[in-house]
Nanobody, 123 residues
């Protein structure tokens, strides 16, 4: 069972990126999924979560209105669209899975983690 995150890179403040998280080994179509991030010297923090159907989502206050989480269960993939990026969004972004159908707001809710993809936002 593996989650592969991709799509990170270097972008200027105000720019956009789309992260992808492709699952393999088993289907995650019945799992809630999420994105977390960890900036240098800081603890990992919650960014966004989505229910198994995509019908429910939740976001950290710091990204609400700028980031959008979505999923394509046919492709076993979760996305994070990031707009209006700020330097404080710089971090390694991790996708996570395994929530029992609903939303997961804490790292403890998840039992499968991807390897992370680096997002760097320059000012």
């Amino acid at each position: 069972v593996q989650l592969q995150a991709s799509g990170g890179g270097l972008v200027q403040a105000g720019g956009s990126l789309r992260l992808s998280c492709a699952a393999s080994g088993r289907t995650f179509s019945r799992d809630g999924m999420g994105w977390f991030r960890q900036a240098p010297g800081k603890e990992r923090e919650f960014v966004a979560t989505i229910s198994w159907s995509g019908g429910r989502t939740d976001y950290a206050n710091s990204v609400k209105g700028r980031f959008t989480i979505s999923r394509d269960n046919a492709k076993n993939t979760v996305y994070l669209r990031m707009n209006s990026l700020k330097p404080e969004d710089t971090a390694v972004y991790y996708c996570a899975g395994g929530v029992d159908s609903g939303l997961g707001l804490t790292a403890r809710d998840y039992n499968v983690w991807g390897q992370g993809t680096l997002v760097t936002v320059s000012s």
